[in-house]
């Protein structure tokens, strides 16, 4: 009897365990969809308060310093406790700018994830923000050392932000990961254009032990071949590839002097 209540019991811990599990991969699919953006816009209003109620006190102390040196015979007590003051508020400030801008980089991946909209895109642009949302990965912000080259006066691409979010940010995870047990760790990424094309290079000091089947798969481009074991760790860079590929983007992966070169080449209509 025992036995038997304890085998119902543990069968009854599975379940749990079973439903939790399905419950929390539904609370999971709404998080970045529904609930995310919910919290930005909770946390926007206060912030802005804060911001707003900042800029307001840094000047009113300023107005006020005038008139206390006027009624008080101490000048130089007033003019130390004031400095005091107001490099305090500077300090409100400048952490209120700060935080919004933080704030701001989520709010703007966010954003570009849902997207899907066609429209004109700076891909400078884009990469930029995009970098800037990776300093949340704490590893990525202290122990990558970041080197951008991007033309901000870049001729515009056509295509949904959702696309060339996720593309970009995917190569961008790829070489950071490559370099997780590397002494180096430096990614640099850069875009150019020429009368057709625009191009977009990665360059990282990772270890790519397929770097030779990633250049064959530029050049045959065959997706079906998705999946496969001699792929190692580059199925996610071989799927960004596809998102791309709707874009006529072309590709080219090459080892140079013990760093792998990634290039996206995009034609752009004039």
Do not use: W
């Amino acid at each position: 009897m025992f036995c038997r209540k304890s085998v119902e019991e543990r069968e009854i811990i599975m379940e749990s365990e079973k439903i939790f599990t399905g419950l929390a991969r539904q609370f999971e699919g709404t998080f970045i969809e529904e609930l995310i953006p919910g919290m930005l816009h909770n946390f926007a209003n206060p912030l802005n308060g804060i911001m707003g109620r900042s800029k307001l006190l840094q000047k009113r102390a300023q107005d006020a310093l005038p008139m206390l040196i006027d009624r008080n015979e101490d000048r130089d007590l007033i003019e130390e406790i004031y400095g005091k003051i107001l490099r305090d508020i500077d300090l409100i400030s400048q952490e209120s700018d700060r935080f919004y801008n933080l704030f701001n980089d989520v709010a703007a991946k966010i954003h570009r994830l849902h997207n899907k909209n066609s429209q004109s895109i700076n891909i400078s642009e884009l990469i930029e923000s995009e970098i800037a949302f990776f300093d949340f990965y704490l590893d990525f912000k202290h122990k990558v050392e970041k080197d951008l080259a991007l033309n901000r006066d870049i001729p515009l691409l056509e295509g949904t932000p959702s696309d060339y979010s996720m593309a970009m940010s995917t190569i961008i995870r790829h070489a950071m990961k490559s370099m997780d047990t590397c002494d180096v760790r430096r990614l640099s990424i850069s875009t150019e254009c020429d009368l057709d094309y625009i191009y977009v290079t990665f360059q990282d000091t990772g270890e790519h032990a397929d770097a030779s089947v990633i250049a064959d798969f530029c050049r045959s481009l065959d997706f079906d071949s998705l999946g496969g074991p001699h792929l190692n760790g580059s199925l996610n860079l071989i799927s960004a590839m596809a998102l791309l590929k709707k874009y006529d983007a072309r590709f080219n992966a090459e080892v140079d002097e013990g760093c792998f070169r990634f290039s996206v080449i995009i034609p752009y209509k004039r």
